[in-house]
C-alpha cells in the first residue's frame, strides 16, 4: 500500500511539473500551443525517465542492503549455532586427549612386548570403539613375514597360516607417509589375495608398526561398533594410537635386550653369575616350598692354562665357546647353564636329584669328550676334557651357601682324581 501512494505522489508531481512548465513557457516565451506542449512534454518526460532511472537504482540499492541485512542474521545465527556446540566439541577433545595421554603412560610403561602387544588390543579397541582388531609382526629379527601374533573379534583357527610380506607394495606406502590407510579405497592393484582376505573378514583400516623408521609390523582394524564409518579425525588418532603402540613396543623391546644383556656372558651367550645367584635362591626357596630337591653341578676345564698358553687367548675364548655350545645342547629347557667364571661353568637342574645330576654331568662329560677341540693335542692326554662335582638339596646341603660349597668341593676331588671324571658331593655336614 505504501508503494501504491508513493506512486501516485510521483505521477501527481510530475503532472503538475508539466503543467507549470507547460505556463512558464508560454509566459515568456508566447509560442503556439502545439510546440509548447510538444517541449513541455518532451521535458517532463526526459525528467520522468532520469527520474525513474535514480529512483528504481535507490529503490534496488535499498533492497540489496535489506537483503544483506537479513543473510547476516541468518550468518550470525549460524555461528551462534556453531559456538553453542564449541564447549561441547573442545570438552569432547580434552577428554579425548586425556584418554590419549592415559593410553600413551600405560603402553609406555609396560616392559614385555607381548604384554605391550595385549594393552595396545584393548586399547584400540576402546578408543576406536571397534569390533576387531589384529596385530601383525614378524616372528624373529630379519625375517620379511609378518604373521598374526595378537587378534580379537575372529573366530580360532581364521589366521592359521595368514602373513603379509614386508616387502607387499602396500606396506611400501607406509614408507611415503606414515599415516592410517583405508583398505577400502586402496587402488585395485594393490590388493593381493591376503589383502582381500582381510577386507572379506571385516578389516577396514591398516596402519604400521614404525617404531625407527623401518616398519616392524601392521596394525589392521575392522569397522566401528556402530556401522558408522571413521572420520577424519578418527583416522587421526589411530594414526596416533599407533605411533605411542610403536613406541611402547620398541621400549620394550630394548628394554628386553638390555635385560637380557645384563644377565648374559658376552663371550659363551651363557647366564652369568648375577642371574645364577638370583636364580639359584629362587630355586632354593622354591625346592623348600614344595618339598622338591634340586641339584647342582659345577665344572671347570681340565688344564685350560695350558691349552691358552699354547694355543694363545683367542684359541682359548674359541674353546670356551665350544663348550657353551656343547651345554647349550645337553640341558633341558628348564635348566640354567651359568658362566660361573673364566674357565668354570655350572648348571642348576631345577626339581633334579642327585642321580639327576650326575646322569647330566656325565652326559655332558663324555660329550666334550668326544668333541674333537681345535689342537687339543696339545693338552695333557691328548684330550679337551673337563671336570664336574654335584650336589643337591636338601640331600647334601640344607643351604644355598652349603650348596655352593659342596658342589665346588666335588669338582675339586674330580680335578685331584685325575681329572676328566665326575664326583658326588660328601653326605656328610662338613
Ligand atoms: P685345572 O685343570 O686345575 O682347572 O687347571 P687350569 O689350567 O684350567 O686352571 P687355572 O685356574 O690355572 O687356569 C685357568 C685359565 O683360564 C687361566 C686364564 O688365563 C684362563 N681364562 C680365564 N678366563 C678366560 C677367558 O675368558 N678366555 C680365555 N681365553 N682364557 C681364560
Ligand atoms: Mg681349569
Ligand atoms: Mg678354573
Not at 5 to 26: G, K
Not at 45 to 55: D, E, F, R, S, V
Not at 197 to 222: E, F, H, T, Y
Not at 254 to 262: F, H, P, V
Request: proline share 3%.
Amino acid at each position: 500500500m505504501k508503494k501504491n501512494y508513493s506512486s501516485l505522489w510521483i505521477i501527481t508531481s510530475f503532472l503538475c511539473l508539466e503543467i507549470v512548465i507547460f505556463f512558464a513557457i508560454y509566459y515568456f516565451l508566447s509560442i503556439p500551443i502545439v510546440i509548447n506542449l510538444v517541449i513541455s512534454l518532451a521535458v517532463v518526460h526526459l525528467t520522468l525517465l532520469l527520474g525513474w532511472k535514480c529512483i528504481s537504482r535507490w529503490v534496488s540499492q535499498k533492497g540489496t542492503e535489506q537483503e544483506v541485512g537479513k543473510k547476516d542474521e541468518s550468518d550470525i545465527d549460524k555461528l551462534r549455532d556453531e559456538l553453542r556446540t564449541v564447549p561441547k566439541k573442545l570438552q569432547k577433545q580434552i577428554y579425548d586427549l586425556h584418554n590419549l595421554f592415559e593410553v600413551s603412560i600405560t603402553l609406555t610403561s609396560i616392559l614385555e612386548p607381548q604384554k605391550v602387544i595385549k594393552s595396545s588390543m584393548l586399547s584400540l579397541i576402546g578408543q576406536l570403539r571397534i569390533d576387531r582388531a589384529i596385530i601383525f609382526l614378524p616372528p624373529k629379527r630379519n625375517v620379511n613375514a609378518m604373521y598374526p601374533i595378537h587378534s580379537k573379534g575372529f573366530s580360532n583357527n581364521l589366521w592359521k597360516g595368514f602373513f603379509l610380506s614386508l616387502k607387499d607394495p602396500l606396506i611400501d606406502k607406509f614408507s611415503e607417509k606414515v599415516v592410517a590407510l583405508d583398505l577400502l579405497n586402496i587402488e585395485e592393484e594393490l590388493l593381493n589375495e591376503q589383502w582381500r582376505k582381510l577386507i572379506d573378514n571385516g578389516i577396514v583400516m591398516i596402519a604400521p608398526i614404525i617404531p625407527k623408521k623401518q616398519i616392524k609390523g601392521l596394525i589392521a582394524v575392522g569397522q566401528k561398533i556402530n556401522k558408522e564409518p571413521f572420520s577424519r579425525s578418527e583416522q587421526e588418532l589411530f594414526s596416533l594410537l599407533t605411533h605411542f603402540i610403536s613406541v611402547a613396543f620398541s621400549n620394550s623391546i630394548l628394554y628386553q635386550k638390555m635385560e637380557r644383556i645384563s644377565i648374559t656372558d658376552g663371550l659363551t651367550g651363557l647366564y652369568n653369575r648375577r642371574y645364577f645367584k638370583k636364580m639359584i635362591e629362587y630355586e632354593i626357596a622354591r625346592a623348600r616350598r614344595y618339598n622338591h630337591c634340586l641339584s647342582l653341578v659345577f665344572f671347570d676345564v681340565d688344564n685350560f692354562k695350558n691349552y691358552n698358553d699354547t694355543l694363545g687367548h683367542p684359541a682359548g675364548d674359541v674353546a670356551l665357546k665350544t663348550v657353551a655350545m656343547i651345554l647349550k645342547s645337553t640341558i633341558r629347557k628348564s635348566d640354567i647353564a651359568v658362566r660361573y667364571g673364566g674357565e668354570e661353568f655350572c648348571v642348576i637342574l631345577p626339581e633334579g636329584d642327585v642321580k639327576t645330576g650326575w646322569n647330566f654331568a656325565e652326559r655332558l662329560r663324555n660329550r666334550i669328550d668326544a668333541y674333537h677341540f681345535t689342537r687339543e693335542e696339545v693338552q695333557p692326554g691328548e684330550k679337551f676334557t673337563i671336570s664336574l662335582g654335584v650336589a643337591s638339596f636338601p640331600g647334601h646341603a640344607d643351604s644355598l651357601q652349603q650348596l655352593i660349597e659342596k658342589a665346588d668341593a666335588a669338582l675339586y676331588s674330580a680335578k685331584g682324581s685325575g681329572r676328566n671324571k665326575t664326583c658326588i658331593a660328601s653326605e656328610d655336614n662338613t
